[in-house]
């Protein structure tokens, strides 16, 4: 599946909350703005559970916490792909763009 068919993806699947008026643009927006924010906060709750354990055991944090890395960044890019789909953004040509000015900036 590439990126266009994923970011399409979002768009067919299920509606989270049942309080939203996914007709009201703004407010599914605010939405989905706010569940990004907390998937990105259960990713770097992982990462540091996971670094913890590492550093402060036995050395290892072989738990089954790794495992569970992809499908909490699959979360995240989730919620980014369905906002990308609201507001009518090419996030190829955006990561593009952003990718040029990054190496205008820091490949000095």
């Known amino acids: 599946m590439n990126l266009k068919q994923m970011i399409a ?34 990713l770097q709750n992982l990462i540091k559970k996971i670094v913890r354990r590492k550093y402060h055991t036995d050395g290892h944090s072989d738990d089954g916490m790794e495992g569970q890395v992809p499908h909490e960044m699959v979360d995240v890019m989730y919620y980014l792909f369905r906002m990308a789909a609201l507001l009518d953004i090419d996030l190829e040509k955006a990561f593009d763009e952003k990718m040029k000015i990054n190496k205008a900036r820091y490949n000095k």
């Open 9 to 42: 993806e979002t768009g067919t699947t299920w509606n989270f909350s049942k309080d939203i008026d996914y007709s009201d643009r703004d407010m599914e927006l605010q939405y989905l703005a706010l569940a990004l924010g907390g998937e990105a906060g259960e």
